[in-house]
């Protein structure tokens, strides 16, 4: 692969404060109050890229498993807690669960997509499996945050009907299938919909990154579409594994709902 | 008599223990047992309890005599069946609703939808035939009460937990529904009813109950 990418000098980087100068005028120009926060985010987006940058480069120079492995564990993490902070109607904190079910679906998408799909030298490249696991973590934690979101409001929404199947005679499952259903179903449409619309509307990050860096655009069509249906069976494994995990939550050893749904 | 349904000091503690509901007592076989209290009592708290739809704090529940960790909790809810005052229906028609609880695992092959028992207790509550087809969400609230009386009368329950079945009804079809539930008691003597009730005039209706007063206590915890 020979790409010929134009490498942006010290000099250039500086120039981009035009453009904060340019967003700062917006600010200032409307009253908007926000100078002191874009200010303060330029120069955190500056430190964070920068170290990461020098991270990156470490770790794609040793290449190695067992820096590999708790990196990605990192990430997933950290992702889980973004999603987990973003569900405000759970009876308890979803991190476990979040961090399970992120990790499981992560990890079984993207072993197929490196080890199968892409094949790098060595085929635990660095250089290719941070990247990849790092855009299917991003777009699960969104995929299970929304699901879990709707689990919640659904059962709140039907707690009356729940009950009553419970009542009936329905197991925990019959009871709530329909609102998992949803939950599963509220995950996954974003996804769904970016595939209807990728490359009609916007050219996405990924792809028009590797077309900067000099590859064809048919190559990076490819790797755009393999990106794309990951994030798909990674969002809908993610979605499905928070829904099954938390469902049990919801009810008592009786296989009663739980009393914290009573009261939220 | 023998006893069908028998609660042993429950207790259950609300806003952090402010507030607790203790209750015992018994029903037996062909037996009305009406529970009062006033408002905030804790008495559709206890019958939800006693359908295991919500966990006591402590205290003991046992239906003909075995503890109810011992059974189920599917089959004791359909056999120690809670309807609640404000009846549940649920998307689709009459029939679906009342085909709902047929279609549940739990249900398997012992017990079968009996369109006939639906129509004929239909007849008996004033519902006219034809409302097996109309949507349920269409419902009054007293037609609701009535239709969620016959989804849990053809499950065949041995307890029904009634928590104000009367409260959406007139005098008319409030007689008829209490007739129905006498008759419903004396067609097999195993059956026995709890139910909530601030009407005066369900009593006189019905022939043979003992009153259970039901009460909060200030927490002590």
Known sequence: ?264 | MSRVLEFQDIRKSFDQGAHYLSASGYVDQGEVLLIRGPSGAGKSTLLKILARLIRPDQGMIYWEGQPYRAVDPALWRRKIHYVPQKAVMFEGTVLSNLQTPFRLSSMSDELRFDQEAALKYMELLGLHPDMLEQQAGTLSGGESARVALIRALLIQPQVLLLDEPTASLDDERRDLLLQVLVQWLKEDDKRAILMVSHNAEDIKSLPFYRVLEVSMHKGAE
Not at chain 1, 40 to 60: E, K, N, P, S, V
Not at chain 1, 92 to 110: C, D, K, R, Y
Not at chain 1, 119 to 127: C, F, G, N, Q
Not at chain 1, 192 to 211: C, D, E, F, K, W
Request: hydrophobic share 55%; glycine share 6%.
């Open chain 1, 1 to 264: 692969m020979d790409y010929s990418y134009i490498p942006i000098s010290n000099l250039q980087l500086l120039l981009s404060i035009i453009l904060v100068l340019l967003t700062g005028l917006v600010s200032a120009f409307m009253q908007l109050g926000l100078l002191k926060s874009l200010l303060w985010g330029t120069i955190r987006a500056f430190l964070q890229l920068t170290i990461i940058g020098y991270a990156l480069t470490f770790i794609f120079a040793v290449n190695k498993l067992y820096i590999i492995i708790p990196i990605l564990l990192l990430m997933a993490f950290v992702a889980s807690r973004e999603a987990s902070r973003r569900v405000d109607k759970a009876p308890e904190s979803p991190l476990l669960i979040s961090f399970l079910s992120l990790t499981a679906s992560t990890f079984v998408v993207g072993l197929i997509v490196v080890m199968l799909i892409i094949t790098p030298e060595p085929l635990y490249s660095a250089r290719v499996m941070i990247p990849i696991f790092g855009m299917i973590l991003g777009n699960s934690m969104n995929g299970i945050a929304l699901a879990l979101d709707r689990m919640y409001s659904e059962i709140h929404a039907h707690i009356e009907e729940i009950e009553e199947l419970l009542a009936l005679g329905a197991s925990p499952w019959e009871a709530v299938q329909d609102y998992m259903k949803a939950a599963v179903k509220s995950g996954m449409t974003p996804t769904i919909n970016s595939l209807m619309v990728v490359g009609l509307v916007s050219l996405p990050g990924m792809m028009t990154g590797q077309i900067l860096a000099g590859m064809d655009p048919q190559n990076a069509v490819r790797y755009q579409f393999v990106v794309m249906i990951m994030i798909a069976a990674a969002v809908a494994i993610g979605c499905l594994l928070i829904v099954l995990l938390s469902y049990r939550k919801l009810f008592t050893e009786d296989q009663a709902l739980i009393e914290a749904l009573y009261q939220k």
